[in-house]
């Protein structure tokens, strides 16, 4: 084999393991956010107030930003956040659904963010 065709081999090899390693990053940002949100909620219902108020914050400002924001759960998650530091903030409330809405539309087969949104008419 030739040197040139050496290097492209070692050159696509690197691209694929950086493709897929950008891949699992993504997945695991994904998790995490429903992870944290999860855990938010839960201290949330034990009567913390500030830990999970800054969670929620967090998560938010990294969905507004656009960070990750791409995957039907990011959204889901991020409508969660929205609705743990709502408190009487119908603008909040608003934007939980919009963001319930954006993961209906990310993934269609996803039956929870529908779900959510209807929970916000009960």
Same mark, same amino acid.
């Given at each position: 084999?030739?040197?040139?065709?050496?290097? #492209?081999?070692?050159?696509?090899?690197?691209? $694929?393991? #950086?493709?897929? *390693?950008?891949?699992?990053?993504?997945?695991?940002?994904?998790?995490? %956010?429903?992870?944290?949100?999860?855990?938010?909620?839960?201290?949330?219902?034990? *009567?913390?107030?500030?830990?999970?108020?800054? %969670?929620?914050?967090?998560?938010?400002?990294?969905?507004?930003?656009?960070?990750? #924001?791409?995957?039907?759960?990011?959204?889901?998650?991020? *409508?969660?956040?929205?609705?743990?530091?709502?408190? *009487?903030?119908?603008?909040?409330? =608003?934007?939980?659904? =919009?963001?319930?809405?954006?993961? $209906? $539309?990310?993934?269609?087969?996803?039956?929870?963010?529908?779900?959510?949104?209807?929970?916000?008419?009960?």
């Amino acid at each position: 084999m030739s040197a040139w065709r050496t290097r #492209a081999c070692l050159r696509a090899s690197l691209l $694929a393991v #950086a493709l897929l *390693g950008m891949a699992a990053s993504a997945a695991l940002a994904q998790g995490q %956010r429903s992870a944290e949100i999860a855990l938010a909620e839960a201290e949330f219902r034990r *009567g913390e107030r500030e830990s999970p108020r800054r %969670r929620a914050l967090t998560l938010i400002r990294d969905y507004e930003r656009g960070i990750g #924001a791409t995957a039907a759960h990011d959204h889901i998650a991020a *409508g969660r956040a929205y609705l743990l530091v709502a408190s *009487g903030d119908a603008d909040a409330v =608003r934007r939980a659904l =919009r963001a319930f809405d954006a993961a $209906a $539309a990310a993934d269609p087969q996803l039956a929870d963010a529908p779900l959510r949104a209807a929970d916000l008419f009960l």
